[in-house]
Structure formats: C-alpha cells, structure tokens
C-alpha cells in the first residue's frame, strides 16, 4: 500500500508511489528508475549541487547555507577523527573537499556529474574521479568516509554499503547526511515535501532505518546532529511546488515551526549521522 504519490517537479513531471521496504522501515521509490535511465532526471540547471550559480532566490540562500554549513562539516570530521585520508562521495563541485584540503586532510571526491566533476577538480588538484572508481578503490583506504545529501541518490543501495565498508578503516569515521521524512517539515506538506525530490532520491529515511539498515553491516550509529538550516530551504521549495508560487514568510514559519518541534522530538528535517566502522 503506497503512502502516497508524488510527483516529479523538478524535471519530468512524472508520478511515482513510496512503498516501504519491509526489512528495514525505509521508503522506497516506485518504480525505481532503471539504472541507465537515471541520468535524464538530472539533466536540468535547476539542480543545483552542480552548479556554482546564483540567479534567483533558491540558488542565492542554498549558496549562503552551503558556505555556513561546510564549515561546520569540516568542524564535525575534525571532532570525530585525526586527520588523515578523506573520501567524498557525490562531491558535487569540490567545495566541502576544497576546506577540507585547506583544513590538513588529504582528499579525494566521487561525482558522476561530469561537468561538476570538472569544477571539483579545478579546487582539489584533480583529486576527484567519476563513480566507476568507487569499488576499485583499495581495501581500508580512508579514515572518513562523507555523503553528503547522496546516499538516498546511490542505486544497489546495500551493496553500496558493502563498498563503503570495505574502503574505510577499521574504527573509521562514516558520516550520512540525509532528509527525514519524519519532520514536520514532510508531515505539513506531505506530497509536495521537496525533500522527496523523486525520482532522484530513490531511497527516503527514518532515524529508526538508518539505524536498522547500517547495523546490518556492523557499522555502529554513534551520534545524530540535526541540519537545522535544511527545514527553511526545503519548505522554501515545498510552497512553490505546492502554491505555484514563491511564498517565502510561509515557508520560514513552517521551518521554524519545524525546528521547534524537532527540539522536543529529534526529528529535524535533515540529519547528520556519525557511524563507526566496527572490526571486520
């Protein structure tokens, strides 16, 4: 039984059902897009992880969010772990990497956007490859392992997690930032909650999956930070795809709302989840 239907607003306009999955408790797209498919729902300048523009409303705040927040994400690895290697997965243009080269670590990014590829090897001294280098990357390469907004992107989701095992050292650092379809944010705007953004975001999570989904890999969930700037820009998009129009005071009351809320209950409208990689 579908939650609901969604629709597709950034690019084809096609409809899709979220089904749970029944092991794990996570919200899955359906039909899932085939894998040499996916790519056509990117083709657009609308979005915006792979560009560095600054046109209208959206792009102007998304860029002042992303400056504050790679600080504090560069802040958080430096918390969690001595500085050493560092991977990148779905980097987009290189901004995160390009701090946290600046910041001592010794970097490489994965992004299957060519044209955002480009950019992120202009900032990291080509330090970022196309996504088919993911499973040849050497066993225990890296002490920190960063997804930024990615891994509800990533087909063959479980096998992903595999990899990511495996190239992270033991007692390494895995760090997963993703929208929670629990907020209050995605509760009020149910199907024009932009966070579902599907067919692009294949996967949707609750605090309870992430943890049920990862421990079934022996990689331990340590700690959850809230992203409390993610409520305010999503609900920015969600009353434009709800109204038709750009309903900025609405869309702020509706994050704050959301933010309160989320200081009693936990569920914020996206999280940073900071998981361990237990032995082998």
Known sequence: MPLFKVTDHCVSKEKFELLKNTEHGFLVTTPLPDISELY???ETEEYISHTD????????VYHLVREYAIKNKVALINNEQEKGSLLD?????????SV????????????????ARAKANSKTEHKVFDIS???SLPADSFDVITLWHVLEHLPNLEEQIQVFKKILKPN???????????????????????????????WHFSQSSIKNLFGKFQIKLIKTVPMKFDSFYVSLLSEKYKTGKQNPFKAFW???????????????????YVFKNLKK
């Open 40 to 42: 056509k729902y990117y």
């Open 53 to 60: 523009t600054k046109r209208n409303l959206f792009e102007k």
């Open 89 to 97: 997965i779905g980097c987009g243009t290189g901004d995160f990497l």
């Open 100 to 115: 946290a080269k600046n910041n001592g670590w010794s970097v490489t990014g994965i992004e299957p956007n060519t044209a």
């Open 133 to 135: 280098k993911l499973e």
């Open 172 to 202: 390494g650092t895995l760090i997963i930032a993703v929208p929670n379809h629990k907020s209050f944010d995605a509760i009020h705007y149910k199907e024009f909650w932009a966070a579902y953004d599907v067919p692009r975001h294949l």
């Open 254 to 272: 509706i994050g704050f709302r959301s933010n309160l809320k989320a200081k009693h209950t936990s569920e914020y409208s996206s999280l940073i």
